[in-house]
């Protein structure tokens, strides 16, 4: 899945989860952070509350808001 335009993740934005172990999960970003290394991780939460961490590069932000 490629698009020529791109967004930056911040907290409160829609995204469904492409790739990794929770691929087709989405929800409202919570928390983004920047490891030693580069590489950036968020929480995701779900509608039902449940959340988990994830790589950024495996989530689409997605620009209409629905998840």
């Known amino acids: 899945m490629t698009t020529n335009e791109s967004k930056k993740l911040a907290d409160g934005?829609?995204?469904?989860?492409v790739g990794g172990t929770h691929a087709g999960k989405?929800?409202?970003v919570r928390d983004i952070n920047t490891s030693k290394t580069?590489?950036?991780t968020i929480t995701v939460e779900q509608k039902n509350?449940?959340?988990?961490k994830t790589l950024g590069k495996?989530?689409?932000?997605?620009?209409?808001g629905k998840v």
């Open 13 to 17: 934005d829609q995204c469904r989860v």
């Open 49 to 52: 509350g449940v959340r988990f």
């Open 38 to 40: 580069g590489h950036i």
């Open 26 to 28: 989405s929800g409202t």
């Open 58 to 64: 495996n989530v689409v932000v997605l620009a209409d």
